[in-house]
């Protein structure tokens, strides 16, 4: 059994000034004093207002406008085309131009659009973007700086509005050039060293925090960490750092394997062999996601694997895919909520877009499933 832990028109006064002596002559003014009443009032009107009034934002607006609204709901546009009868409103020349400029375009930058994270966030982000027309560039950078910059120069010429980065230590670079050229960016799990603006991530230090306390609360006295050796990398650097704070607050030494990503089983097998002594209640906590299920199906090759669990092995790590639950025993897991950060993200970006400038982070919560692997 699986257990979760942690109005339409204006009012004009009669002028009180002196009458006109001809009646007919005084309607006339009257009609054309309220005439252009009315016409100032529909320039005085903006997109920001009438998004306000339809209940939706700047950028749908924008998009019904244009004619880009095969992807909006029938409701949606009749909300947008009552307020602009009612309203009389037209935009102006400098409007039409300024919007007829716009790409529709979105650069997202990731480590590896393949990865399972990725692409559940990748999902979430094409959700919150669907309702508005927009469209995702996508690039896998492998978090090098140089691919960063190559992908960066290629959406800008492709016309891209705004960025959403799973950004490397040293993207801050890119940052300031972006930011003079007015590209929003929403950082995404990962930021730069100088970061400002908005960011999206989970809770991974607190979160990998808890779990090895919870791990020493159940007796575990022997710990074993397995990276990919890219601590300074991303969310990476608070994988590994929840689970060394832990330990040095309950005054203990845990032990770390580095294991190349992309290892095979067979090779992890080999390396665990000398590390592992079942005599001393060993857990062993995977800090990259990409290397659970390796780790996994490397125990698998001790004689009476299932056996050894959870009393004399625990094992636990990151999935984002959701096959830990699957497996015989169920694999112990902190769950990251890709889709939902994916999606907020994106959702971050639109409003920047809509003018919208407060910095702001979000930050979600994993979700940690007990299982079969520990005790």
Known sequence: MEENRPGSGSEIKKSTGKAFPNPFFCGIVKYKFGRRLEEQSMKKLTINEIAEKAGVSKTTVSFYLNGKANK????????????????????SAAARAMKAKSSGLIGVILKDAADPYCARALKGMGEAAGETEYQ????SSGYT????????????????EGFIIQATYRFGMLAGELEKKRKPIIYLEAKPYDFKGRYVKGNNYDCVYQVITECIKKGYGDFLMISDGESSMGTAFENTAGYRDALQDAGLEGRTLYVQSGARSAQIFEALKDELDLSLHTLIYVAAPELLKAVFQALRSLPDYERLFPEHLGLIGFDPE??????????????????????????ELLELLDGKKKDTEVVFKNIVKWRGTTV
């Open 72 to 91: 909006m709901s029938e409701e949606t546009q009749q909300r947008i085309q009552q307020i602009i009868d009612e309203t009389g409103y037209e935009p």
């Open 136 to 139: 995702i560039l996508i690039g």
């Open 145 to 160: 700086f140089k691919n960063e910059r190559e992908h960066v120069e290629r959406m800008l010429k492709a016309g891209a």
């Open 322 to 347: 959701g096959w830990t639950r699957m497996t015989s025993p169920p694999v112990s897991a902190i769950i990251p909520p890709a889709q939902e950060e994916g999606k907020r993200a994106m959702t």
